[in-house]
T-cell receptor, first 115, second 109 residues
Framework: DGGITQSPKYLFRKEGQNVTLSCEQN?????MYWYRQDPGQGLRLIYY???????QKGDIAEGYSVSREKKESFPLTVTSAQKNPTAFYLC??????????????FGSGTRLTVV | QKEVEQDPGPLSVPEGAIVSLNCTYS??????FMWYRQYSRKGPELLMY????GNKEDGRFTAQVDKSSKYISLFIRDSQPSDSATYLC?????????FGKGTLLTVNP
């Protein structure tokens, strides 16, 4: 079955460390996204990529970095510059065309905790 | 004013009740309007989408969009305990989604 795989499901990080969250899709979608979800905050866009080797900052990009070297993969690095990284991170992808508006598929998320 | 406003609840109803969930928005450029359901510790899944104004029905679920009032609604008829989840409204402009904060719904048996 096609879908999005995020790993790991749970991640613990010490303060001052960088960590990388994995996101892989086999849906042949062009666009991929990273969102952060905090209690009572909804989903906020961190970065998005509409094509390989290109990506744009979302609303809360500070302290994060991404790469898009392959269509299937869009890893997110949470750097030590991110002041409050504890959150639930969701990766999504969407196809091109009109379905790009409503055809988002989300992964199951990675819960990152700073210890 | 935030682009999308959604009452976070929580909302608790008895099994069989009709549930009404709502969002308001300020950006006139939004054209696609979606409702997502998210179970605890899972990713959101698309329930319904509507293009422009009007109603759309799918089983026990009805989505309504009133662009003149910048107001969207999701109605759930004959609610079931399995409907207990967080419901997120989302709107699309230039292929980027803007989400409401989500409403936590509990349907009690």
């Amino acid at each position: 079955d096609g879908g999005i795989t995020q790993s790991p499901k749970y991640l613990f990080r010490k303060e001052g460390q960088n960590v990388t969250l994995s996101c892989e899709q086999n849906l042949n979608h062009d666009a991929m996204y990273w969102y952060r979800q905090d209690p009572g905050q909804g989903l906020r866009l961190i970065y998005y990529s509409q094509i390989v080797n290109d990506f744009q900052k979302g609303d809360i990009a500070e302290g994060y970095s991404v790469s898009r070297e392959k269509k299937e993969s869009f890893p997110l690095t949470v750097t030590s510059a991110q002041k409050n990284p504890t959150a639930f991170y969701l990766c999504a992808s969407s196809p091109s065309g009109d379905r790009g508006h409503y055809g988002y598929t989300f992964g199951s998320g990675t819960r990152l905790t700073v210890v | 004013q935030k682009e999308v406003e959604q009452d976070p609840g929580p909302l608790s109803v008895p099994e069989g009740a009709i549930v009404s969930l709502n969002c308001t928005y300020s950006n006139s450029a939004f054209q696609y309007f979606m409702w997502y359901r998210q179970y605890s510790r899972k990713g959101p899944e698309l329930l319904m989408y509507t293009y422009s104004s009007g109603n759309k029905e799918d089983g026990r679920f009805t989505a309504q969009v009133d662009k003149s009032s910048k107001y969207i609604s999701l109605f759930i008829r004959d609610s079931q305990p399995s409907d207990s989840a967080t419901y997120l409204c989302a709107m699309s402009s230039n292929y980027k989604l803007t989400f409401g904060k989500g409403t936590l719904l509990t349907v009690n048996p």
